[in-house]
């Protein structure tokens, strides 16, 4: 499975792509959410988008909006990881079509369940 980690903090895009390859991930990187399009317009595949919320170019939340406008990236499981926590933030994030949300800071655990939740952990990781 291959998952994109859009965060414009390379510190943070590290450590949520070190986590998702240890899960068995493959995984790109962009710095923005405009970025973050050009992979998907190129025909990149992914199954999974792990998106910061607030980003130069474009934010995290006009990302999700983009993406589920375009029904060729339909499949592509959508989780928020950032630090809005505000309860009317997660209904918009949510209600533009992201799957999950998960405010950092976060373990690599928290990560782990969410995919959990989304059935995207590999097999062999639930044994």
Not at 51 to 63: A, E, H, Q, R, Y
Not at 73 to 89: A, F, I, P
Request: with cysteine; aromatic share 4%; hydrophobic share 45%.
């Amino acid at each position: 499975m291959r998952a994109l980690v859009i965060d414009d903090s390379r510190t943070m895009r590290r450590i949520v792509a070190g986590t998702l390859e240890r899960l068995g991930f493959e995984t790109l990187q962009a710095e923005h959410g405009r970025e973050a399009l050009d992979h998907l317009e190129a025909g990149e595949h992914v199954d999974l988008a792990c998106i910061d919320w607030n980003m130069p170019v474009m934010d995290g939340l006009t990302f999700v909006t983009q993406v589920r406008a375009n029904p060729a990236w339909r499949d592509v499981t959508l989780m928020m990881v950032t630090t809005e926590s505000e309860h009317g933030q997660i209904v918009r994030a949510l209600a533009a079509g992201a799957h999950e949300y998960l405010i950092k800071p976060f373990t690599p655990d928290a990560i782990r369940d969410k995919l959990d939740l989304l059935g995207l952990v590999p097999v062999e990781e639930l044994a």
